[in-house]
């Protein structure tokens, strides 16, 4: 099993920053990825980033669409924790923010850290 502890997130105004972090613990030796969803009121969740752990890719990023050269994803240097960091929040960025960790084909989620843009 591996458990994931999410921190940050908040309410912050249009144009602002945020960042989350998410650390992995458990049986963390086997995570393929870790990354973010988001799920907004009424809407699917959503793949926002993802950094790719071990292999040939290792490393190797991915971001939607919606938030590509806004927000950045990074992991700690034992690869065990992944932060988000948001910039130019807009409206339409609020979501409950789930960090996720893939490990032998089983995705582990955490509980999920709102984050709500607003004036």
């Known amino acids: 099993q591996v458990q994931l502890e999410e921190s940050g997130g908040g309410l912050v105004q249009p144009g602002g920053t945020l960042r989350l972090s998410c650390a992995a613990s458990g049986h963390s030796f086997s995570i393929n990825a870790m990354g973010w969803y988001r799920q907004a009121p009424g809407k699917e969740r959503e793949l926002v980033a993802s950094i790719n752990r071990g292999g040939v890719r290792d490393g190797d990023t991915f971001y939607a669409d919606s938030v590509k050269g806004r927000f950045a994803i990074s992991r700690s240097r034992d690869k065990n924790a992944v932060y988000l960091e948001m910039n130019s929040l807009k409206p339409e960025d609020t979501a409950v923010y789930y960090c996720?960790?893939?490990?032998?084909?089983?995705?582990?989620w955490g509980q999920g850290t709102q984050v709500t843009v607003s004036s």
């Open positions: 996720y960790a893939r490990r032998l084909g089983i995705d582990h």
